[in-house]
């Protein structure tokens, strides 16, 4: 691992205590220039994470805060009419910042959704025919409840697909809940965060990481993956070809993350479980993550190129 | 920073440097910076510890203060002090070395230098260099890249360059390629970069616009002057005629003519000097180094003169003149008539002889000459006593004062040199009424039999008389032939000096017109290659046809077909060949199976990482497994090269430690 990579993991791991592979996996997301879906209950540091990513690499934040009445332009902007110009003039939403924190992503409408996750996928916005580029990096952390069933509005697949990863975050350990529990609110430490990293240096690395090799047995070795979650006799639908290519992409950024220059296949079995859980749609209803379970499953029966 | 990775640095510092104090422009005074650059480099590459950055500040500072001085107080050319800074700098940087980015100004200074040494030099040596630094820079910055790529990546070890020596040849060669197309086909420029040119001229090229006689030594320079190509090569001695004198004041030489430059008539980059065309006539082709003499040499009886200039100039003695030529090299071809020409103007300045000694003079070649009756056996008699009769020799003492040095080399002393001679036989033809003058230029040469030209160097400098007969200036030579035969010398020089002229004529002195000639040769060229294609397409399908005339045509395609893909096949296998792995996994395969043979729970489907786990769980040694581990993945999956020596004697130790 390099060494500004090194500093960013362990200042994530000093706000977010014992959970170290959540913190890898969201560093690993950003290096791939995707974007990150946490899945949990209310209160176990979700937020706290992005805010700290934000911080600990000196990229702008901002925080939406998805309710049934949030309209579209209520995140990318609106054109404001200015009298001393006589003229329309764009006022920017709060999506136009480095990491935005979508929170509670499924508590709003579709329509306002669906205006997001276009975002997402195209890294600019339309307004009134005019088209605004994003600023990059550019990554987007969204949070669902599981358990809050009451006025949501439950993601389409279409649009999970669009989220590179799918991570939980779940209960700490209890000698970390302990300490946490003294500690209160982390807001305040985060505020104190020294940057350790800038966006300039993570647009490199995330350059580097589109260039990091992959041998022809590992693309065989990942396809075999995803063939076999559309044969398997409990999915309904398989892995996508995009949700093959954002595999392949999470992979290089675990082996740079690793400081590889190349890909291994424990870089495809670590990622694939967490990029292909929230693709996949199995025949009975169930959590994501029991379909995290079963492409587990999948891979333990996959032979490994030697 | 690996330790190949300095040492090439301090070897580009050093060549840049060198290259730049072999041109002789740089003030001695700089050169300890050189030795002080040399001690910084090996402290360098024996690691220790570099230049604290307020020293280093400090100095550099101090090196532009005295760069500024140098500039606009002391050598006064920006230029040269560049040089002088470079080497300065060079010294500073090589105590400064501490990222591994540092080396990039290191290759900039050098290139700089070498850029500031194109400027001094035209020597073909310096061509070789530059090629060699070429190569060095390519080298190094590759090198500098993959060490970059290394640290981004946070790996310890540098990334392995691979194919790096193909790729490096292949750059090369197409810098050399695509360097040499450009200079083919840019347009020429008329001056140098600079503005100012610093080659020196040959100074006091053995020849002079003057001619003093009471000098008392001659030196024998062996320094090039020109190389004569003649077509057709006819036997000497030849005469490369200069300037013709036509006054004299009893001691010196001088033309009185000098101010009647006229421009030549031109057609294109020709020049006439004639408007009768005669069909015999000799074609020189002449490489003259840079002369401080506008004069441009060349056999007798001119008539037309190619060269790329503004304008030539001729006065009424027939020199030559390029104006505004300063020290350059040029580059000319002049073709001179075999035959005699009637020339139409004679002017009395010719007979001009200093009353003194035309008293002396006339009784004495009346007497020599009574009996013979034309002019010209007259001229031939006196040329023939002075060879006979006088000795020729480099040391001529002073004459005493009040004695001219004509009488005094024909009634005392009896021995001088060509200018002793020329003079003599002109004012003796001048003091029975034969117009006469003294020509300056050069003589003789040596041949070079390798590429068939004339080497002329300054001691070939040579003056002899040219009198005017029968309505034409013929041409007499007095001066004895030297005694000594030159000897042929060894076949290296001649191949050298061969290597030399060409570098001279077809790098240094390229010219529109041999861009010219270059391209209307490549089109020929493509024209006959095109119809060469043509008629052998013609004659193979003839062949073919006649050959396959018997044979089923069905049959026929399908050999052709199968060899295709025969052919194809055989280029996918060369294609697609890379190093084997086999070796690679076959030991990760054996580790694996003996820990499954333990019990462990190895399926195909674990990973390395799997592997690992489980096999620190049997008790392997820790370092040992990651470092096997390590080098089977790198080697598997990154496909970088690797030790196999060493991995092979990591899973012996391993399987020891099974047990």
Known sequence: MNEPLKRLKSTLDSIILGKEDVTKFSIVTLLARGHLLIEDIPGVGKTTLAYALAKATSCTFQRIQFTSDLLPSDIIGVNVYNPEKRDFEFKPGPIFANIVLADEINRTNPKTQSALLEAMNERKVSVDRKTYELPEPFMIIATQNPVEYYGTFPLPESQLDRFMMHLRIGYPEPEFEKKALLKGSRFEEIEKLSPVIGPEEIMRMQAIVSEIKVHEDILKYLHEIILATRRHEMIRLGVSPRGGQLCLQAARAHAFFNGRDFVTPDDIKTVAPLVFGHRIILKTKTYITDATEIIREIISRIPVPV | ?659
């Open chain 2, 1 to 659: 920073m690996p330790r190949r990775y300095k040492v090439l640095t301090g070897l580009i510092a050093l060549s840049g440097s060198l290259t730049l104090i072999f041109t002789g422009e740089l003030n001695p005074v700089y050169y300890p910076f050189l030795f002080l650059m040399i001690y910084g480099y090996i402290r360098l590459i024996k690691n220790k510890p570099q230049g604290s950055r307020f020293v280093i500040g400090l100095s550099s500072i101090a090196g532009l203060f005295i760069f500024f001085i140098d500039a606009f107080l002391i050598t006064e050319d920006y230029l040269v002090s560049v040089g002088h800074l470079s080497l300065v700098f060079h010294a500073i940087k090589s105590f400064d070395i501490k990222e591994p980015y540092d080396p990039l100004q290191v290759y900039f200074m050098a290139l700089l230098q070498l850029v500031v040494a194109s400027e001094f030099t035209t020597q073909m040596l310096f061509g070789a260099i530059i090629i060699l630094f070429i190569f060095l820079f390519i080298y190094v910055m590759i090198m500098a890249h993959h060490i970059k790529t290394s640290l981004q990546l946070g790996l310890s070890t540098p990334l392995e360059a691979r194919g790096l020596k193909n790729s490096l040849i292949l750059l090369v060669i197409s810098t050399v390629v695509l360097s040499a197309v450009f200079f083919i086909s840019l347009p020429r420029l008329k001056y140098g970069l600079w503005g100012k040119s610093h080659i020196k001229g040959i100074k006091n090229a053995g020849f002079s616009e003057r001619m003093d006689l009471s000098s008392g030594e001659l030196k024998l320079d062996p320094s090039v002057v020109m190389r004569v190509e003649l077509r057709p090569m006819i036997k000497g001695p030849h005469y490369w005629r200069g300037m013709a004198l036509d006054y004299f004041d009893g001691r010196q030489w001088s033309n009185s003519f000098i101010e009647t430059r006229k421009v030549l008539n031109r057609r294109g980059d020709e020049f006439l000097l004639r408007t009768q065309i005669t069909e015999d006539s000799i074609e020189q082709e002449i490489l003259l180094e840079p002369v401080d003499s506008d004069i441009l040499f060349l056999m007798d009886r001119p008539v037309s003169i190619n060269i790329t200039a503004q304008r030539l100039e001729r006065d009424l003695s027939g020199t030559i003149y390029l104006p505004k030529k300063g020290a350059r090299r040029i580059h000319y071809i002049v073709r001179s008539s075999i035959q005699l020409l009637p020339e139409d103007k004679f002017h009395p300045q010719y007979l001009q002889i200093p009353p003194s000694l035309k008293e002396a003079l006339k009784p004495f070649t009346e007497g020599l000459v009574s009996g013979i009756k034309t002019d010209r056996e007259k001229a031939l008699f006196i040329e023939s006593f002075l060879k006979k009769n006088y000795t020729y020799s480099l040391t001529v003492t002073e004459p005493p004062s009040g004695v001219d040095p004509v009488s005094y080399f024909l009634f005392e002393e009896k021995k001088g040199y060509c200018e002793h001679y020329a003079s003599a036989m002109v004012l003796m033809l001048r003091a029975i009424g034969i117009p006469a003058r003294v020509v300056t230029g050069f003589s003789g040469g040596q041949i070079n039999s390798i590429g068939n030209y004339i080497i002329v160097r300054q001691k070939d400098a040579h003056s002899w008389v040219e009198a005017w007969i029968n309505q034409s200036w013929l041409r007499f030579d007095p001066t004895p032939s030297e005694l000594t035969a030159e000897s042929e010398p060894p076949k290296l020089f001649l191949y050298l000096d061969y290597l030399k002229l060409k570098w001279q004529r077809y790098v240094v002195s390229f010219s529109r017109e041999d861009q010219k000639r270059i391209l209307e040769g490549i089109k020929t060229l493509t024209e006959e290659i095109n119809i060469i294609i043509k008629d052998s397409i013609i004659l193979a399908s003839r062949a073919i046809k006649r050959a396959i005339s018997g044979v089923p045509v069905p049959l026929f395609f399908l050999v052709i077909i199968s060899s295709i893909i025969l052919g194809l096949l055989s280029l996918k296998i060369t294609f697609l060949k890379r190093p084997s792995h086999k070796e690679v996994s076959l030991y990760y395969v054996r580790l694996k199976r003996l820990l499954k043979k333990r019990g462990l729970p190895i399926e195909d489907s674990s990973t390395a990482m799997d592997v690992f786990n489980y096999g620190l769980l049997s008790g392997l040694p820790e370092e040992e497994l990651e470092e096997f581990i390590k080098i089977y993945l790198s080697a598997r999956f990154g496909e970088k090269k690797m030790d196999l020596k060493h991995y092979r004697e990591l899973f012996r130790r391993l399987k020891r430690a099974q047990g």
